[in-house]
């Protein structure tokens, strides 16, 4: 479910097709929140097999003795559902495309975790060679259902203005 300041939308994740935001419906301070994602040992492992086959992320007994104790989902996979929980929650019209990235991990992704995406604009830099666009920059936390972060990244993406008709 889409939750934002000033726009709202149902539940729909394909929202972005029905109600696009554009430039001008943006502002500094602006929130969205995305629907849960809740991960499990299954979804880890398989992610990790294709992309990512460290011991630690492909069995509880790979995870014993090393930093993480138990198994525990790589970086990259919390990254992943991040980027489709933004997709699903923020309809920008020409999509999400980062220029610029931050990106860090405080806490490991566990299996059992319900993950969610919470955003805020925090700053609109107009372009001065494209009067059409700017630069958005976002704060993005994952949160478990406890509320702590296991994954805060902030992305500076351009964004454009609504095509004149």
């Known amino acids: 479910m889409l939750r934002s300041e000033g726009y709202t939308d149902g539940p729909n ?32 492992v398989a992610f990790a097999k294709e992309f990512d086959p460290q011991p630690f992320h492909l069995s509880e007994e790979g ?8 198994l ?29 990235l931050e990106l860090a991990w405080p806490k490991p992704t566990r299996p059992g975790m319900t993950l969610r995406v919470f955003s805020e604009i925090t700053d609109i830099k107009p372009s001065r060679s494209k009067p059409n666009m700017a630069m958005v920059a976002m704060r993005n936390e994952t949160r478990d259902q406890e509320g702590e972060a296991v994954q805060v990244f902030t992305v500076k993406m351009p964004v454009f203005k609504r095509p004149q008709t």
Not at 63 to 70: C, N, P
Not at 81 to 92: A, D, G, I
């Open 13 to 44: 994740p394909d929202s972005s097709m029905h109600n696009p935001l554009y430039l001008e419906d943006l502002h500094v301070g602006q929130r969205f929140e995305s629907a849960p994602h809740h991960i499990d040992s299954e979804q880890i």
């Open 72 to 100: 525990a989902a790589s970086g990259w996979h919390t990254a992943a559902l991040t980027m489709r929980m933004l997709v699903e929650s923020t309809p920008f019209a020409d999509g999400l495309v980062g220029a610029q």
């Open 63 to 70: 995870a014993r003795g090393t930093l993480f104790g138990s």
